[in-house]
């Protein structure tokens, strides 16, 4: 099983529509839990972090299920600008950051 | 402007050429990372270096050489790399504390031929 396994994608919704991409881990004692964007051909930035109480940034929540191993990003009211490749990433302690192999979305117009 | 810059970004070279990748980073970060992304393949650690130490060696050939001089600055350095070593090499830092978020350079892309 792989450490961090997300939907393998791709996404491809109309402007305005809302998506969710979920994302499992296997280790039970990961310790913290983020969203990375990577644009094509680009390095990968930061989205939002993602906390055991839910998180809202703008148009983007993140939540986080410990018991189930589970982590969601909501996407709402999809703007063209956010086509991109979705990363999972967990954090396991000091210097281990696991990632996903990313799930990509295409908004058309 | 990225606080992590990665030179060269874009480097073709031979089986047999011996070649280095460099990374600096302008955030004060204590923690220092190798990645390779591979086409269609999640980002793989290769290195880590904490404090200049190197904590992390995620069973990389010996054809791939890390070398950290101070927290600022890291390169890897390349000899009889194989064409299946083409890929995006991502640097990146971080406080090099559990919970922190890594911030990556632009990548290098690199091609074996």
């Known amino acids: 099983r792989k450490e961090v396994e997300q939907d393998p994608g791709p996404f491809n919704v109309p402007e305005g529509a809302t998506v969710a991409f979920n994302c499992t881990y296997s280790?039970?004692?990961?310790?913290?839990f983020f969203w990375y964007r990577q644009d094509c051909r680009k390095e990968p930035k930061l989205l939002m972090s993602?906390?055991?109480s839910g998180n809202e940034d703008g148009r983007f929540t993140a939540q986080l299920n410990r018991a189930s191993q589970y982590i969601s990003l909501l996407i709402r009211d999809s703007k063209l600008s956010d086509s991109a490749t979705y990363l999972c990433?967990?954090?396991?302690?000091?210097?281990?950051?696991?990632f996903g192999a990313g799930t990509r979305l295409t908004v058309k117009p | 402007e990225t606080g992590v810059t990665q030179t060269p970004r874009h480097l073709v070279m031979g089986m047999t050429n011996k070649k280095s990748l460099k990374c600096e980073q302008h955030?004060?970060?204590?923690?220092m990372y190798w990645y390779k992304q591979s086409a269609k393949k999640p980002l793989e650690l290769m290195f880590v270096?904490?404090?200049?130490?190197?904590?992390e060696n995620n069973s990389v050939p010996s054809r791939f050489s890390p070398e950290c001089p101070n927290s600022s600055h890291l390169f890897l350095h390349l000899h009889t790399l194989q064409p299946e070593d083409s890929a995006l090499y991502l640097c990146?830092?971080?406080?090099?504390?559990?919970?922190?978020?890594?911030?990556f350079g632009e990548g290098s892309w690199l091609t074996v031929v």
């Open positions: 270096y904490n404090f200049k130490e190197q904590t």
């Open positions: 955030l004060g970060h204590n923690a």
């Open positions: 990146a830092s971080s406080q090099g504390q559990a919970g922190n978020t890594i911030y």
């Open positions: 990433v967990v954090n396991r302690g000091v210097d281990d950051m696991r």
């Open positions: 280790n039970s004692a990961s310790q913290s």
């Open positions: 993602v906390y055991s």
